[in-house]
C-alpha cells in the first residue's frame, strides 16, 4: 500500500520491537457488516520516549506496517521505528479500501476523523503499560489522505500531538470529488474509439500530445525564476495559454479546462485549478489522470480512486468533516 500512503517501497531490518494488532469497537455496523478501528502498534526495545501516529492514504480500510517511513517515495530517511519512535497505524475504521462504508454513519465518522482519537487515545494507553511511563511527545505524519487526517488531528485533537506533518493533504474532499470527475469527463469527451466503438480513456491525450505540451510551458516560464534549467520554480508567475499548441482544437479546449478547474454552470470556480508544469509529460501525470489502459476499462487513479466515491462517500461528505 506504499503508492496510497506515499511510504517508500524498501525491505528494512529492523532492531527487536513488539508488535501489538488490536481492534477496537468491534460491532455490527447498520448495514450488516462488521466494523471495528483495526490498528498496529510497534514498540521498539529501545525506546526514544516518543510516539508518532502514521498516516494511510485513499479512503484507508487498510493496516499499514507501522514503521514510520517518510512519505516521500524519494526519501532515504530513516523510518522512525528505527529510530526509536513508538508507531502506530490504522484501517480507520472499515476493512476494505472501498467506499461502500459510507453507507455506515458511524464508519463515515471513525473515517473522517473519530479513529484518530480512539487509536490515539489506545495506543498512549498501551506504551505507558509497556515503558511505565507515558510519552513525552506525540506526532502524526501522513501524505494524501494521510495528510488530512494530520490536519484533522491538529483541528480535533490539538491536546494529543506536539506536532503535525501534513503533506499533500487531501483538501475539501467533496469539492475536490467533484474537480476529479470535471478533468475525468474533459478526457472522455476527447477520447478516440477503437475498433469495437469503444472509448479508451488513456489515449484522450498521447505522450506526444503531452511532450507538446511540457515544451511549450517550459519555453514561456523556464526562464522566471532566474535559471534556465528545465525546471519552472516560479510556477505561481507562469500565466501559459495552451491556445497556440500544433494540436486539435477539442484537445487545446480539454486542456484548458483541466488546468483552469472545475466551475459551475455560472462559470464560478467550484475546486482550484492547477498551475502549468512541464511534468505534464512524466509517468506520474499520466498515470493519475489518463492511465494506460488500452480497454473500455480506464485505470487512471482518478477514476479508480472515484469509483463509487461520490455516490457512497462524498455527496455529503462535509456532514462528516471528509
Not at 73 to 81: C, D, G, N, V, Y
Not at 233 to 238: D, K, L, S, T, V
Request: with cysteine; hydrophobic share 40%.
Amino acid at each position: 500500500m506504499s503508492a496510497l500512503t506515499g511510504g517508500a517501497k524498501k525491505t528494512l531490518k529492523a532492531a527487536p520491537h513488539c508488535i501489538i494488532h488490536g481492534e477496537i469497537a468491534s460491532r455490527t455496523g447498520s448495514d450488516g457488516k462488521h466494523y471495528g478501528i483495526k490498528f498496529e502498534l510497534r514498540l521498539p526495545g529501545a525506546w526514544n520516549g516518543k510516539l508518532l501516529f502514521q498516516g494511510g492514504g485513499g479512503l484507508d480500510g487498510f493496516v499499514a506496517p507501522a514503521l514510520g517511513a517518510v512519505p516521500i517515495r524519494t526519501s532515504s530517511a530513516t523510518p522512525a521505528l528505527m529510530r526509536g519512535y513508538a508507531v502506530v497505524t490504522t484501517d480507520s475504521g472499515h476493512p476494505t479500501p472501498t467506499p461502500e462504508f459510507g453507507l455506515e454513519q458511524q464508519a463515515r465518522l471513525d473515517y473522517a476523523y473519530q479513529a484518530i482519537g480512539k487509536v490515539t487515545s489506545v495506543s498512549k494507553q498501551l506504551v505507558f503499560t509497556a515503558y511505565k511511563k507515558a510519552p513525552a511527545h506525540s506526532y502524526f505524519m501522513g501524505c494524501s489522505n494521510g495528510g488530512r487526517s494530520a490536519l484533522m488531528a491538529a483541528q480535533r485533537y490539538p491536546l494529543e500531538f506536539d506536532g503535525v506533518i501534513a503533506a499533500n493533504p487531501g483538501f475539501r474532499l467533496s469539492r475536490a470529488a467533484i474537480a476529479e470527475q470535471w478533468d475525468n469527463r474533459q478526457l472522455m469527451n476527447i477520447a478516440p474509439k477503437n475498433a469495437a466503438g469503444e472509448k479508451i480513456f488513456a489515449n484522450a491525450l498521447t505522450q506526444e500530445d503531452l511532450d507538446k505540451l511540457s515544451r511549450a510551458v517550459l519555453d514561456k516560464c523556464d526562464a522566471l525564476d532566474g535559471l534556465k534549467d528545465g525546471i519552472i520554480g516560479a510556477w505561481e508567475r507562469c500565466k501559459f495559454d495552451p491556445s497556440g499548441l500544433d494540436l486539435p482544437k477539442d484537445k487545446i479546449s480539454a486542456i484548458k479546462a483541466i488546468f483552469e478547474g472545475a466551475k459551475n454552470s455560472k462559470g464560478e470556480q467550484i475546486y482550484s485549478g492547477w498551475f502549468y508544469d512541464a511534468g505534464v509529460n512524466q509517468p506520474g501525470w499520466r498515470m493519475w489522470k489518463l492511465g494506460d489502459s488500452q480497454t473500455a476499462e480506464p485505470n487512471a487513479r482518478n477514476i479508480v480512486l472515484s469509483k463509487g466515491s461520490m455516490n457512497y462517500l462524498f455527496l455529503d461528505a462535509a456532514a462528516t468533516g471528509v
